[in-house]
């Protein structure tokens, strides 16, 4: 067998043969030397193409108002202390790393020290992954009166009516194991045993105080206390569990609750691919027309059922108005919900009828009012036998269902971080990153016509 992979034939290296005495010469070849140290002299803006689409996120995030970051910066001319890191610098990082389905502030941080583009952003400032994991989990109720401002000027600029909303929910996964949810009983020996921990790390700091630096006794304790509140909430979350299935017709009413120890606001769902694992139910509210996400919430219910109600009322909370027409699949099919936005946000519902194909092959008329009906469900359900309805819900496949996808292309998969307060400022990045990015195609073809 050949030594070599591919037969180079009578060619050889000048550095493996010798000098030939019966040829003319040796041949002379540039080969590459790439241990040869080289001085480049180039800033960091011509090092980035002038239409690279990092440029284009810093464009648009510094256009931005952020005076709800900037009004808590301490550090101000004629007082002391260190300069504070720009928020509109550290927004632009979670946008484009969101885009690039970077969800871990560790790998955002090697990546500000090692890669261009990321380099470019920082333009010099050093960052560590604690300020980035910090921005992005204390910053919920910023970025959610951010995303009420920006589709509040898209509204005024009419590029966003409210005429049609879609709304549609998907899975994540938490950051909890499945064998992190215990029942009560060994929660409670769990929470003993915390208890008990932080105690005699107390008395170990008392007795001992030269044995560990006051930064690592204080993380021990920080993280003691810290595990003992999650195993408190993860009690309180078998009780919450065990109250509705006590009010809904669970199935699973005999079988005992469950807490997670590691995240006790997570809870058990089942997936897309029908397989059960500790998940949030994130919900997006989209404008129709112009394809801009208009209602953000994270809920651990299992199923979109009541979920519609909620996220009307949130856009009106937002907006100060109600959509004219709402969309969404059969699974947020409740007859109170339809109710109260027929009659309390005078808006159309289109909605698919449960079982309705069944019903037809069984000889039924899913389009009758029945004995649960309002007046608004009854108007609700013949509506949706007239085929100017069924057309109008086709509509929210290539919106509702189009953002889920797009954020499952930036790998919304899974949640980086734990508790509902958290997966909410996650889910409000995804969707303030799709508006942006929206909003920068919308300008475009506006300037194209």
């Not at 010469?25 to 030397?33: E, N």
């Not at 040869?36 to 931005?64: C, N, T, Y």
Request: charged residues 30%.
């Amino acid at each position: 067998m050949a030594d070599k992979l591919f037969d180079t034939g009578e060619f050889e290296s000048p550095e493996t043969k010798g000098p030939d005495v019966h040829s003319v010469g040796v041949a002379r070849l540039r080969v590459p030397q790439r241990d040869q140290v080289e001085m480049h002299f180039a800033s960091l803006d011509e090092m980035i193409e002038s239409d690279h689409p990092v440029r284009v996120v810093w464009e648009v995030v510094k256009g931005l108002n952020l005076s709800a970051w900037l009004g808590e910066v301490r550090a101000v001319d004629g007082a002391c202390g260190r300069d504070a890191t720009d928020p509109r610098l550290l927004l632009a990082l979670w946008v484009y790393a969101t885009i690039d389905g970077v969800a871990s502030a560790r790998e955002l941080a090697r990546r500000c020290e090692l890669h261009l583009v990321y380099k470019w952003l920082c333009g010099g400032v050093t960052l560590n992954h604690h300020l980035l994991s910090d921005f992005r989990s204390q910053s919920g109720d910023r970025l959610d009166d951010l995303l009420t401002r920006l589709v509040a000027s898209l509204m005024s600029q009419e590029l966003v009516t409210l005429h049609r909303v879609a709304q549609d929910g998907m899975r994540v996964r938490a950051s909890a194991g499945r064998s992190s949810f215990r029942r009560r009983e060994r929660l409670a020996e769990c929470l003993e045993e915390a208890r008990q921990q932080v105690e005699t790390l107390k008395k170990l700091t008392e007795e001992d105080p030269q044995e560990l630096t006051k930064r690592q006794q204080a993380a021990r304790q920080r993280a003691a206390r810290e595990r003992e509140q999650r195993l408190q909430k993860a009690l309180s979350a078998c009780d919450d569990v065990e109250e509705k299935r006590r009010r809904s017709r669970s199935r699973h009413k005999d079988k005992p609750p469950k807490g997670s120890s590691t995240d006790p606001e997570a809870r058990i769902m089942q997936m897309a691919d029908g397989g059960y694992r500790p998940a949030y139910n994130v919900q997006y509210a989209t404008d129709v027309d112009s394809g801009i996400i208009v209602g953000v919430d994270v809920t651990n219910a299992g199923s979109d059922n009541g979920q519609m109600r909620p996220m009307a009322d949130q856009i009106r909370s937002r907006y100060g108005k109600s959509p004219r027409e709402y969309l969404a699949d059969g699974g947020f099919a409740s007859l109170p919900d339809i109710d109260h936005l027929e009659t309390e946000h005078e808006c159309r519902v289109y909605m698919t009828i449960k079982d309705e194909e069944k019903k037809l092959a069984a000889g039924l008329d899913p389009y009758a009012r029945t004995r649960r009906d309002t007046d608004a469900t009854a108007q609700w359900r013949a509506r949706m036998q007239t085929d100017v309805a069924k057309a109008i819900y086709k509509l929210r496949a290539q919106s509702a269902e189009w953002v889920n996808a797009v954020c499952r292309n930036h790998h919304l998969w899974q949640m980086p971080v734990r508790g509902r307060t958290r997966c909410r400022a996650v889910a409000l990045l995804h969707a303030l990153t799709h508006n942006l990015m929206q909003f920068v195609r919308l300008r475009l073809a506006i300037a194209v016509t």
